[in-house]
């Protein structure tokens, strides 16, 4: 069974930073190939999920919402199985729970923002960001 857990959530000031992490594990039985692309997703209070990035298996094609385009980078370790999402100039509006997900495949598809698109998800690090 494929694990994500996530970490480095906090709270922090507007226009800090923070950075994200999420380790997955289990693909040997979660993955014909051993290859899957992952994807940050974050709910706000009484707001629906909403994608943040989506990284593929070989860093070729990193996507982003419009809301964190140019202060949100995600990055990824395959021999550590970890990916990154490093937040800068953060605003309080970035409140919320940050989830990762993973699916079993390689690539980020054309719906990527779509959280039915993937196959396993953590159970979230809050992030709050005060004014």
């Known amino acids: 069974q494929v694990q994500v857990a996530e970490s480095g959530g906090g709270l922090v000031q507007a226009g800090g930073s923070l950075r994200l992490s999420c380790t997955t594990s289990?693909?040997?039985?979660?993955?014909?190939?051993?290859?899957?692309?992952t994807a940050w997703f974050r709910q706000a209070p009484n707001q629906e999920r909403e994608a943040s990035s989506c990284i593929n298996w070989s860093t070729s094609n990193r996507l982003y919402a419009n809301s964190v385009k140019g202060r949100f980078t995600v990055s990824r370790d395959n021999n550590k199985n970890t990916m990154y999402l490093q937040m800068n100039s953060l605003k309080p509006e970035d409140t919320a729970m940050y989830y990762c997900a993973a699916r079993a495949v390689a690539y980020c598809s054309d719906t990527w923002s779509e959280s039915q698109g993937y196959d396993f998800w953590g159970q979230g690090t809050q992030v709050t960001v005060t004014s």
């Open positions: 289990g693909w040997a039985a979660g993955s014909i190939t051993g290859r899957y692309a």
